[in-house]
């Protein structure tokens, strides 16, 4: 079975500063990895996905995240983040036969000026 | 070229009524999944079909939840009777396959809540 555990809820940041949201997975396959952005009333947006190759990935809105095996870890950066970063971002993991999406429980970060 | 279609966008109803949720996918997507997502939670799955046929439905609480997807292109979601635990927003994705490395593009989703 494969799991995501996103330890923290809700990372608060100030505009322009870095930011890192923290993501690590299970998994008894070989696994696919993404992040998804989720503003206030909307559906999921793909952020970047880890399928294979390099293990730093970048995405849109100048994200990036960084697949470690050994740690079973993806998590995801950005230098310096603005205000509009501000909403919610779920970690997910799929595999096996089926394509079968599990999300972690979210991270919510806010931006403050 | 359009996206993942669902109607309505916002749902009332009170405990122990039926609601039904429709979802129209991106045009070829042969996998189309249905997910809860709870206030503070993350997406969960509650059904996965691939064209016409069930692929995942370990999820779905089959006493009162039922899923649909006819001719392999729209589905609905049906509540009956609902409980106040189903008040959550529902999304519905849809992906080309069941390749692992295809991208799910999601809707806007369903807010429901139960009163």
């Known amino acids: ?113 | 070229e359009a996206g993942v279609a669902q109607s309505p966008r916002y749902k009332i109803i009170e405990k122990r009524q039926s609601v039904a949720f429709w979802c129209n996918p991106i045009s070829g997507h042969a996998t189309l999944y249905w997910y809860q997502q709870i206030l503070g939670q993350g997406p969960k799955l509650l059904i996965q079909f691939q064209n016409n046929g069930v692929v995942d439905d370990s999820q779905l609480p089959k006493d009162r939840f039922s899923a649909e997807r006819l001719k392999g292109v729209d589905s609905t979601l049906k509540i009956q009777p609902a409980k106040l635990e189903d008040s959550a927003v529902y999304l519905c994705a849809s992906s080309l396959g069941l390749s692992s490395y295809t991208e799910a593009f999601f809707g806007q989703g369903t807010r429901l809540t139960v009163v």
């Open chain 1, 1 to 113: 079975a494969q799991s995501v555990t996103q330890l923290d809820s809700q990372v608060p940041v100030f505009e322009e500063a870095p930011v890192e949201l923290r993501c690590n997975y299970s998994s008894s396959v070989s696994v696919y990895l993404f992040w998804y952005v989720q503003y206030p009333n909307q559906g999921l947006q793909l952020l970047l996905k880890y399928l294979s190759g390099s293990t730093l990935v970048k995405g849109i809105n100048g994200f990036e995240a960084e697949f470690n095996k050994s740690q079973t870890s993806f998590h995801l950066r950005k230098p310096s983040v603005h205000i509009s970063d501000t909403a919610e971002y779920f970690c997910a993991v799929s595999g096996g036969a089926t394509n079968k999406l599990i999300f972690g429980t979210g991270t919510l970060l806010a931006v403050q000026p």
